[in-house]
């Protein structure tokens, strides 16, 4: 089902739309039928040429021309960029029309991320709004879970546009800024057999991936990334399918959420390679905004002033141990946004997916940017195939979080030095 969708410039930058009404792709030409319809030549034209395009305004100024050719009456109809898509799909096998979705909903995007703050007037017409909505729902009907495929990739051997897609978009652990060390860096990250990267497609557009995870395949459940970069041998089996990054790759799928599609699927696919073997899945993840949280409260709030400015320094650390994991186990289970959802946008995304949280790790990662972020502390979170679904719903509908025993404990300060390998 589509959704036509009302926004403005605002909502358009931060991706928050106001569903206004539901139909199928065939209702954008129910109205008005005896319009204008649109030569599929000049549609392939537009796609075709678009990306030859070499500025953000010009790139705007030729959508909103693009579109002004579809209006019919007060109205319109865009029945027809629909057929070119499903035709370029499935008959063509082409991934240009459906990538060239992607970069013009992404443009646009930038556009207003550019242009918002400079300006109090409206960035973007009724009508750009309308096709920005529309090429939202075009996406998600286009891009269906049943066609959508999990591939683990080789780094030996794999496609330069595939590879330039996963490494130049990689949020949690990024690539190098120098292209030409980013294959040997895909490389180490899958070193063995216990680290792999699975990448989701859709079926007919093997050039086009939409989101990576990466995994480590574990002895139990660790707490510090040094475990899953460090080349550790074990003479015992991995037992556990550790998920430490989960990206999209396209800022175009801004929106779309395809990661519990990924995680169903990667855990299928663990299932099935790794039979029995694997019994925990579960996720090693920054605590992004947790410093930033102190950062609002520090302006009325001593203690968390003093804590800002603690240096990176492991002895200074430990001194202040007890008072920071209280603080982000407080920020984590008690601070809430609208709608009752966990404030921290990565605890957000995997119980809102239907995780619980499992445990969290005392320097867990002591690197800059994880120390900027969260004074190096991390968190499990914990995937459990059979509750998932009830997880996802208690959260959805109202916010309750699913917690496991060692987390809970933490909770009432019983194992606040719990200790994570």
């Not at 390679?273 to 992004?288: A, D, F, G, H």
């Not at 059979?386 to 917690?403: A, E, H, P, V």
Request: some cysteine; overall charge positive.
């Amino acid at each position: 089902m589509l959704r036509i969708l009302t926004t403005n410039h605002k909502s358009l930058h931060k991706g928050i739309c106001t569903s206004t009404k539901l139909f199928n792709f065939k209702n954008y030409s129910s109205s008005n039928k005896g319009g204008n319809h649109m030569d599929q030549n000049y549609i392939s034209e537009f796609f075709h040429n678009y990306n030859n395009i070499k500025t953000i305004e010009n790139k705007k100024s030729s959508i909103e021309s693009f579109v002004q050719k579809f209006k019919v009456g007060e109205g319109l109809n865009f029945s027809n960029i629909k057929k070119f898509i499903d035709d370029n799909i499935n008959i063509l096998g082409s991934l240009d029309a459906i990538e060239t979705v992607l970069d013009i909903r992404s443009d646009l995007g930038d556009y207003a991320s550019k242009q918002h703050s400079s300006t109090t007037t409206p960035l973007f017409s009724q009508e750009l709004l309308t096709f920005e909505s529309f090429l939202y729902d075009l996406i998600r009907d286009e891009l269906k879970v049943d066609d959508l495929v999990c591939k683990p990739i080789d780094p030996n051997h794999i496609n330069q546009h595939v590879l330039e897609q996963i490494t130049s978009n990689e949020a949690v652990h990024p690539y190098s800024l120098d292209k030409t060390k980013r294959v040997q860096e895909i490389q180490q990250r899958m070193n063995g057999n216990d680290r792999l990267c699975l990448v989701l497609f859709h079926k007919d557009i093997p050039n086009l991936p939409l989101m990576s995870l990466y995994i480590a395949l574990t002895v139990g459940i660790p707490g510090k990334m040094s475990t899953i970069t460090n080349e550790i041998s074990s003479t015992q089996s991995p037992n556990s399918a550790i998920f430490y990054s989960i990206s999209s790759l396209h800022r175009g799928l801004k929106n779309v959420n395809f990661g519990h599609i990924l995680i169903k699927k990667a855990m299928k696919y663990l299932q099935s390679t790794y039979s029995s073997k694997i019994i925990n899945y579960c996720t090693l993840s920054p605590i992004p905004n947790f410093k930033n949280h102190l950062k609002r409260k520090s302006a009325s709030d001593d203690t968390s002033k003093n804590l800002l400015a603690i240096p990176n320094d492991e002895e200074i650390l430990e001194a202040n141990k007890n008072q920071l994991l209280r603080l982000c186990l407080d920020y984590l289970y008690n601070e809430k946004k609208k709608g009752n959802k966990s404030i921290d946008p990565v605890s957000n995304f995997h119980l809102k997916n239907g995780a619980s949280i499992y445990r969290l790790n005392w320097k867990g990662d002591l690197s800059p940017h994880r120390f900027d972020e969260s004074f190096g502390i991390m968190i499990n979170y914990y995937y459990n195939p059979d509750k998932i679904s009830t997880n996802s719903s208690m959260y959805k509908s109202n916010g309750f979080i699913c917690t496991e025993e060692l987390f809970e404990n933490q909770l009432k300060n019983k194992e606040l030095n719990v200790v994570s390998k």
